[in-house]
């Protein structure tokens, strides 16, 4: 059963950075394709990024295209999420998740991590 692990969260001044990390453990994702997803206050939980099993695919949400960066690192079993230019609007609580690159770009997955916070202040 593969178990993800989010950690990288924190509060950030608007216009700053963030790196998060999504470690595996108890089987390979190398087979799955990965992704992040968010949920903010009050909103309803969002696509943000998803990478192929190969790493050589990424797709992204509108509103982070240009700013975020999904990667990963097979060897190590992680995914990351490099985030640039933080705005207010990008607070929410960040989560991997492992699947078929489709189901995770449908909103969907079978594997998810428990999450971590990402505050972006004004």
């Known amino acids: 059963q593969v178990e993800l692990a989010e950690s990288g969260g924190g509060l950030v001044q608007a216009g700053g950075s963030l790196r998060l990390s999504c470690a595996a453990s108890g089987g390979t994702v190398s087979g799955y394709a990965m992704g992040w997803f968010r949920q903010g206050p009050g909103k309803e939980r969002e696509f943000v990024a998803a990478i192929s099993g190969s790493g050589i695919t990424t797709y992204y949400a509108d509103s982070v295209k240009g700013r975020f960066t999904i990667s990963r690192d097979n060897a190590k079993n992680t995914a990351y999420l490099q985030m640039n230019s933080l705005k207010p609007e990008d607070t929410a609580v960040y989560s991997c998740?492992?699947?078929?690159?489709?189901?995770?770009?449908?909103?969907?997955?079978?594997?998810w991590g428990q999450g971590s916070q990402v505050t972006v202040s004004s």
């Open positions: 998740a492992a699947d078929l690159v489709g189901r995770l770009v449908a909103g969907k997955s079978y594997y």
